[in-house]
């Protein structure tokens, strides 16, 4: 409060001269003189030079209205691009699967994934084709990029795939420009570790590891991930082979079940 005597107390000047001025216009816009008058126009004049706001109350409603109605516009139009786009990819997929399909020497049958982590022992996903498929347990289970893994259990219009990023999943595998033979265990995530290859073996980041085919299940020179690092420790014979799959599990949308090793139709 005392701030505020003292603040009125050093401007009391400045509002002496406002109260002044404004009596003086009042006195001045209600007399009927002569002078009064004329000063009366002139203000008049004064205030209808300055422009106004041509908009009313209904106008700004209607504004705020329509607004809206262009930000919901813009909302619908974004998500159908949005939509577009992901069938652009899908159709894009699906024709790279279906040149896949027509090149492979394989017989083998389209299937969805339609669900994840069926299994709470295992590392699986559920497709949507089953025994009315021709799919039976111990296929090979592909994806454009690599070997997914394997039927497991199969019902008629349904099947589970053991993943080839499981822990337990074990597969003879081939690398390098020799070929030489071992066996693959999954480790974490999208990583694996080659095991049984000699420490005098002609490997380097970036081969291919393959499918053995010493295997009743998978045929030989599937595709399964490329080589990260070797590693060779003093004194051990065998060398630690890092491994990256190619197959992603986690964003597997549509894959190939190898219903036989034949010529497709």
């Known amino acids: 409060m005392r701030n505020l005597f003292e603040l009125l107390f050093y ?17 001045l816009l209600t007399s009927d003189s002569d002078q009064a008058v004329a000063m009366q126009g002139v203000y008049a004049n004064i205030v209808g030079a300055v422009p106004r706001p041509s908009l009313d109350f209904s106008d700004l409603i209607s504004y705020k209205a329509e607004n809206q109605t262009l930000r919901q516009r813009l909302i619908r139009y974004t998500l159908l691009n949005a939509e577009l786009a992901d069938v652009a990819r899908e159709n894009q997929r699906l024709r790279r699967m279906l040149r896949f399909t027509e090149s492979s020497p394989f017989r083998l049958q389209v299937a969805e994934v339609i669900s994840r982590g069926a299994s709470s022992v295992l590392s699986t996903v559920t497709l949507n084709v089953g025994a009315e498929q021709e799919v039976v347990p111990n296929q090979p289970v592909l994806t454009l990029d690599g070997l997914l893994g394997k039927t497991l259990t199969v019902a008629p219009e349904a099947t589970v795939v053991h993943l080839v990023t499981d822990r ?21 995530g999208s990583e694996g570790e080659i095991i049984g290859i000699s420490s005098n073996g002609d ?63």
């Open 11 to 27: 401007l009391k000047e400045l509002l002496l001269l406002l109260l002044a001025v404004l009596v003086s216009l009042t006195l």
């Open 168 to 188: 337990n999943f074990r597969l003879s595998v081939k690398v390098g420009s020799q070929g030489l033979r071992g066996i693959l265990r999954p480790l974490y």
């Open 203 to 265: 490997i380097f980041p970036g081969d291919r590891v393959l499918t053995s085919g010493f295997s009743d299940i998978y045929p030989k020179n599937l595709p399964v991930g490329e080589v990260l690092e070797v590693i060779n420790i003093p004194g051990e014979s065998y060398s630690r082979v890092r491994v990256r799959l190619y197959a992603d599990p986690q964003n597997a949308e549509h894959v190939f079940v190898m219903i036989s090793r034949g010529d497709g139709p």
